[in-house]
């Protein structure tokens, strides 16, 4: 039974008093906090199993390459890959899209190619193509969201042809919360049909969905373990195997190689080869804990509690705020994940922030690494309140009820001169 109650008490850090109240932590689209048995896992490792992977014939040596090598196994299974060979360790979904971009996007990208890229897309997911667009001549295209914030096929449709040879798409936005991935599953087939690859950025869709790399269809896959109770520092690049094997190695060093002369280099076998130098063994080990305390609440349970948050929120900003506040994108729980951004009408989104902060409530403000969805949307930025398995209902009446408070002194906020005593109302 997926009990958030429960699960609150793995996580020491959401007990924290912040200004006398108690901490909301609503900010975890930007990252997620860890419960106990990951950094139980980690310090387990550095105590008693640390040493160099692949390099050392010694005890300590083999039982931290078979830490490493199981957490590749465990986070194949996670996503369903064919192979633990297919899961490349990264620093976190920005390196392992640059990877893509700069391996196969710079053997196969060419002057007068097309790269298909979405307005909603982060900041990761578009200058990685724009900056390889620039230096192989080729154009980015983008596809446009709707007015509701939704991505459509027929907007793929119109803009792919012969030319095009990636199609950049996350599969949930970070802002609007959008959840894509049966649109990308048909774009996938088409972009095929083309010859082109498909890159999915999972940042925010794989912490909180059921994930299945072969009925996305897509050809890679990245995410960052940090947004999913992991450690920061170890992020995944999954790829399809036939493709990752035509690749050589985006950083080489140490590890990337079976044998080299002063003439020559054989590479080694996927995924080690884009694993250059000594990696994040601590942080694979945290990040296969992770996966493990996800497994056991189900992604299903997931899923399904992020979605009763986003309803329950709805229905009280609906109730208690009205029109005050104007939240941006769909409003169907199941077509979007646990990530709401909206702007109180009259207050810039840092002043309602920073007062949330004085509530004891973090949520993120800003353009959340999405300059060109903010413009498109007509917007200077926004508060952004994003909830993950231990996030409760009663976190979300905190929230209505210190935003209807923030609504109340709107005037004395304008003029910055409310303090710690927003929280009495004065
Ligand atoms: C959709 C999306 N893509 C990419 C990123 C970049 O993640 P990281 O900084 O872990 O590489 C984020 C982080 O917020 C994100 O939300």
Redesign the pocket.
């Known amino acids: 039974m997926f009990n958030p109650y429960e699960i609150r008490r793995d996580f020491p850090i959401l007990s924290r008093v912040i200004r006398g109240r108690k901490l909301v932590y609503l900010d975890n689209?930007?990252t997620s906090q860890k419960p106990k048995q990951v950094v139980a896992a980690i310090a387990k490792y550095y105590l008693w199993h640390n040493a160099n992977v692949h390099r050392g014939l010694h005890t300590l040596s083999q039982e931290a390459s078979q830490m490493y090598e199981e957490a590749h196994e465990y986070v194949a299974k996670f996503v369903n890959a064919r192979s633990w060979d297919e899961v490349v360790f990264t620093h976190?979904?920005?390196?392992a899209i640059n990877l893509v971009a700069f391996t196969w996007g710079l053997s196969n990208v060419g002057p007068g190619d097309e790269i298909v890229v979405t307005v909603m897309e982060?900041h990761?997911?578009m200058l990685p193509w724009r900056k390889l667009a620039k230096i192989r001549g080729a154009r980015v295209v983008y596809v446009d969201i709707t007015d509701g914030g939704e991505l459509t096929y027929e907007s793929f449709e119109k803009l792919l042809n012969k030319r095009t040879k990636v199609v950049a798409v996350?599969l949930?936005?970070?802002v609007l919360g959008t959840i894509t991935a049966d649109v990308v599953k048909r774009v996938a087939k088409l972009a095929h049909e083309y010859g082109a690859v498909v890159v999915a950025?999972g940042?925010?869709y794989v912490p909180h969905a059921p994930t299945d790399v072969r009925e996305l269809g897509v050809d890679f896959l990245g995410f960052?373990g940090?947004?999913m109770l992991g450690p920061m520092g170890i992020?995944v690049l999954w790829g399809r195997r036939e493709i990752l094997e035509e690749l050589e190695p985006f950083k080489t060093g140490g590890d990337t190689i079976k044998e080299v002369t002063l003439e020559d280099v054989v590479w080694h076998d996927i995924p080690w080869r884009f694993e250059a130098g000594t990696p994040n063994v601590g942080g694979a080990v945290g990040l296969k804990a992770a996966v493990e305390y996800l497994m056991k609440l189900g992604m299903d349970s997931v899923r399904e509690h992020e979605k009763e948050l986003v309803r329950y929120t709805f229905k009280r900003f609906n109730e208690e705020l009205g029109d005050e506040v104007e939240i941006y994108g769909h409003k169907d729980p199941e077509v979007r994940g646990g990530v709401i951004a909206f702007n109180v009408k009259g207050l810039n989104h840092h002043t309602v922030g920073m007062a949330l902060d004085m509530f004891g409530i973090a949520v993120r403000t800003g353009m959340?690494?999405a300059h060109p969805l903010h413009r498109r949307l007509g917007l200077s930025g926004s508060v952004r309140a994003s909830y993950y398995v231990y996030n409760i209902k009663e976190e979300v009446d905190e929230l209505t009820t210190s935003l209807k408070t923030i609504i109340t002194l709107r005037d004395k906020l304008k003029t910055g001169e409310v303090d710690e005593r927003i929280c009495t109302g004065t």
């Open positions: 689209a930007a976190n979904v920005t390196e982060h990761s997911n996350t949930m936005s970070n950025d940042a925010q960052s940090h947004k992020g959340h690494c």
